[in-house]
């Protein structure tokens, strides 16, 4: 599989059956998941954790409240190591790409708390944290990116093609009417295309900059297309084969955000975790 969060797989994971591998010889299963450990937070002295702690305890109020940035532009070098440490990286990355910004936005072990940096022509402008579902900068971006210039739809067709032309009327219809609350899935996985299809719908929906991996014992990746609210949405198992391949037109996959349980989790954690200092 490929390493470009953006990459979009066409070939689906093959079927097994008996006759075709007489001794079953099926893909290994995932031995084990990373799992988060705190840190022995007991043996830090104040100077270790610096302004660290208090960071935390604005995060753990919005955690509770509404969702906010927490700037990190007051914490001093030891408080930064110490958010780092006690935050450390989760399993969801988001990049998103302009020709004069780049985004990293990752998540925290803890779900729900993402680490926002923004560079502008190479110069870090924004370096904070965001709680909430997903940071409101991918909303924003989302809208910025598929506003100027969206693909048109296809009028004539190459040879080769069997759904791509009914899809991409489905797909374009869609696209221009997106509840927020109600959408839209269309499971390539379950439609026969043709080699032509997937790269029509590759080429004519493109790719806008914005790309999400999250990671369990498989990868979902998500890339955002040219076209707005249209996203694909790929899932692949642990050897790194295309087991599911969707469009969403959403405003966001809902894969991608936090739960609010998962919100209250993280709070009550990190709660626990500042506690051993005390």
């Known amino acids: 599989m490929q390493d470009d969060p953006a990459f979009i797989a066409t070939e689906t994971a093959p079927l097994i059956r008996p006759h075709d591998d007489p001794e079953c010889a099926y893909p290994p299963m995932p031995?084990?998941?990373?799992?988060?450990?705190?840190?022995?937070l007991h043996a830090l002295s104040p100077d270790e954790t610096g302004g660290g702690c208090a960071v935390l305890r604005t995060v753990?109020?919005?955690?509770?409240?509404?969702?906010?940035?927490?700037?990190?532009?007051?914490?001093?070098?030891?408080?930064r190591r110490f958010v780092d440490e006690v935050l450390g990286e989760g399993e969801v990355l988001i990049r998103i790409a302009a020709p004069r910004d780049r985004l990293?936005?990752?998540?925290?072990?803890?779900?729900?708390?993402?680490?926002?940096?923004?560079?502008?022509?190479?110069?870090?402008?924004?370096?904070?944290?965001?709680?909430?579902?997903?940071?409101?900068a991918v909303y924003e971006w989302a809208e910025r990116l598929t506003a100027d210039g969206p693909p048109r739809r296809p009028r004539v067709f190459p040879e080769g093609l069997m759904n791509a032309p009914a899809l991409l009327t489905e797909i374009f219809?869609?696209?221009?009417?997106?509840?927020?609350?109600?959408?839209?899935?269309?499971?390539?996985?379950?439609?026969?295309?043709t080699p032509e299809d997937s790269s029509f719908l590759i080429d004519t929906l493109g790719l806008a900059g914005l790309s999400i991996l999250a990671r369990g014992y498989g990868d979902c990746r998500v890339s955002l297309t040219r076209l707005p609210n249209v996203w694909w949405v790929q899932y692949f198992n642990s050897p790194g084969q295309l087991i599911l391949n969707t469009l969403e037109i959403?405003?966001?996959?809902?894969?991608?955000?936090?739960a609010p349980e998962d919100l209250e989790d993280s709070r009550e954690r990190i709660a626990e975790a500042l506690a051993q200092l005390k």
């Open 250 to 258: 959403t405003r966001l996959p809902a894969v991608v955000q936090a």
């Open 104 to 136: 990293t936005i990752r998540e925290s072990v803890f779900a729900g708390v993402w680490r926002v940096q923004h560079h502008v022509d190479g110069e870090l402008r924004r370096d904070d944290l965001e709680t909430g579902p997903v940071p409101e």
């Open 60 to 79: 753990i109020e919005r955690l509770g409240s509404a969702p906010g940035i927490v700037d990190l532009a007051s914490c001093d070098p030891a408080g």
């Open 173 to 193: 219809d869609h696209s221009g009417d997106c509840p927020a609350d109600r959408p839209h899935v269309i499971n390539l996985s379950l439609l026969p295309l």
């Open 31 to 40: 031995e084990a998941m990373a799992t988060f450990t705190p840190p022995p």
